[in-house]
Nanobody, 122 residues
Framework: VQLQASGGGLVQAGGSLRLSCAAS????????MGWFRQAPGQERSFVAA????????QHADTVKGRFTVSRDNAENTVYLQMNSLKPEDTAVYYC????????????????WGQGTLVTVSS
């Protein structure tokens, strides 16, 4: 599976962005998908994850109520809707795929996209 993340950019605090992650390959629907982010000088951290059916969804406490993960298996795409953005959300956002079910454990993900930069100005 090859993953291509897009949708990042510069936005003011309080604004919104929607990230997309397009997957190649016919087996996309087998994978649970996750979003992670990495700010400069920090480790990659969990943001959200969704099962292959979309019926098991997890969000990090830091984004709960503001971010929403979703997927469209027919389009081989997973999304991250980000609302009420804060300067501390500034990071490179990565999508990733795992066969083990949605998880916060970064080591469980076997395929990674290249990342898309989100910058939130105050």
């Amino acid at each position: 599976v090859q993953l291509q993340a897009s949708g990042g950019g510069l936005v003011q605090a309080g604004g919104s962005l929607r990230l997309s992650c397009a997957a190649s390959g016919r087996t996309f629907s087998r994978y649970s998908m996750g979003w992670f982010r990495q700010a400069p000088g920090q480790e990659r951290s969990f943001v959200a994850a969704i099962s292959w059916r979309g019926d098991n969804i997890q969000h990090a406490d830091t984004v709960k109520g503001r971010f929403t993960v979703s997927r469209d298996n027919a389009e081989n795409t997973v999304y991250l809707q980000m609302n009420s953005l804060k300067p501390e959300d500034t990071a490179v956002y990565y999508c990733a795929a795992t066969l083990t079910g949605p998880t916060r454990d970064v080591t469980r993900y076997i395929y990674w996209g290249q990342g898309t930069l989100v910058t939130v100005s105050s």
